[in-house]
């Protein structure tokens, strides 16, 4: 059991997910009526800047493809969770491939950054 740290919004609660792949990245607030925030029963999203604790976090931990989920709370980022093989919802398939793409362009950076 972790203790509940929230991210308040005056309609409900909020979550960011920051999905990455080698230079390439997205990172978006999701804003629910709900405690726990789920991108499927979101009622509003927005793109949001990376915290720079994050991105130190993402060097320390190796990871060159993933997604970071998050909150700012009293001030600082909480990481609530590494993932390196993302998922998606299913009702948000539409907005996830148009962000894809641009992903896809990261993994040509890291097989040139590898040799």
Request: hydrophobic share 35%; proline share 7%; glycine share 8%.
């Amino acid at each position: 059991m972790e203790k509940f740290i929230p991210e308040r919004e005056p309609d409900g609660f909020a979550v960011r997910f920051w999905v990455f792949c080698g230079e390439r990245e997205r990172c978006t607030r999701y804003v629910s009526p709900n405690r726990l925030v789920k991108a499927s029963e979101t009622i509003r999203r927005e793109p949001v800047p990376v915290p720079d604790e994050l991105r130190e976090r993402r060097r320390e931990l190796g990871f060159d493809y993933g997604k970071f989920d998050f909150v700012m709370h009293e001030g600082r980022a909480v990481l609530l969770d590494a993932n390196k093989t993302p998922g998606r919802p299913q009702n948000l398939v539409k907005m996830f491939a148009a962000g894809a793409s641009d992903l896809t362009h990261g993994f040509e950076g890291l097989i040139h950054r590898a040799k």
